[in-house]
């Protein structure tokens, strides 16, 4: 048995040398001030990685067209619910929601919605109850696999959350399906919602953004990722977030938190877009960029 268990050990290690293993990675035990993994591959030594930590004062302000968010208003009906082991993911959604504009080149299709309880970017170093992920994927590429292996090829919307008296109506939509779905013998059942779900309803207006280019946070960690963080954060309460510290992963153990450590930023440039009409208003700034000095910024970055 003990021979069994090195081998896969010592295949899962080989493994890991060229990709982490899809199933089997884990976050530490922070109560018990566990080290966070090593989780190998791009995830040890890459140099885009995410997350990172974000400030507004220290990024670079930037102007690009409107960031449009298409069918994020409709009813979807049929959304599954899921516990991956890792996270609670939303997913098969029915009407194509698409992203588009603002950073992005191409169009981007909405593949899943995920949530981490603590944040997995922070603010000016606070890190906020509960962040949610909205991934999408560029139309180039025929799923997010192949995706994962471009630059361009993934744009994740992320959402965070401050602490509030008032419960977050969306927030509560998923919690009724965590009763269903969080024991470890459930793990990659999905369970679907009765009642349409409005993937808008997850934040705020959109009062400007934070972009850069990064990973995704679990692995394979693929530096395919332009991230796009709301600037502004959307209420939600203790007690709704305490229900996903409830969720057990396949260990059995409950996954107290799920946020990866802050990765080094490396020099690299993050672009803050204001709200639209104060952007006009603003134009003069010396601080603001053309479109053609941001995107040599980002390449340049990444040539380092
Ligand atoms: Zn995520």
């Known amino acids: 048995m003990h021979a069994k268990v090195s081998c896969t050990f010592a295949l899962l290690l080989l493994l890991g040398l060229q990709r982490t293993d899809a199933s089997h ?16 591959g791009i995830c040890d030594t890459g140099t885009l990685q995410s997350p990172i930590d974000l400030s507004i004062t220290k990024s670079l302000k930037g102007v690009f067209d409107e960031l449009k968010l298409d069918n994020f208003e409709d009813k979807q009906s049929g959304v599954t619910v899921v516990n991956n082991g890792h996270s609670i993911q939303l997913a098969n959604f029915n009407n194509e929601m698409e992203v588009e504009g603002g950073p992005l080149r191409d169009e981007y299709v909405v593949e899943q919605v995920h949530l981490h309880w603590w944040s997995e970017h922070t603010i000016n170093n606070v890190r906020y109850p509960l ?22 090829g993934l744009t994740v919307i992320a959402v965070l959350y ?44 959109l009062n ?10 679990t692995p394979s960690c693929a530096e395919a990722v332009t991230w796009i963080v709301l600037s502004e954060t959307f209420p939600v309460t203790l007690e709704q977030v305490d229900n996903f510290k409830q ?22 440039p993050v672009i803050v877009v204001l709200p639209l009409d104060k952007s006009v208003s603003d ?11 941001l995107f040599f910024m980002l390449i340049a970055a990444k040539l380092l």
């Open 25 to 40: 990675w884990s976050y530490p035990d922070r109560d018990l001030d566990e080290v966070f993994p090593s989780w190998g």
């Open 131 to 152: 962040e949610a992920h909205i991934v999408s994927r560029n139309k180039r590429y025929a799923n997010v696999t192949m995706a994962s292996n471009f630059k361009d």
């Open 162 to 205: 401050h602490v509030s008296n008032e419960r977050n109506e969306a927030i509560d939509q998923i919690v009724d399906y965590l009763d269903d779905v969080k024991d470890f013998d459930k793990i990659n059942e999905p369970v679907r919602m009765k009642n349409p779900f409005v993937v808008r309803q997850l934040f705020p207006k």
């Open 208 to 217: 400007g953004y934070m972009t850069y280019s990064g990973s995704l946070t």
């Open 247 to 268: 969720i057990q992963n396949e260990e059995k153990i409950t996954l107290k938190n799920n946020y990866r450590d802050l990765q080094k930023a490396n020099n690299r």
């Open 283 to 293: 134009a003069a700034s010396p601080l603001q960029l053309s479109m053609g000095t």
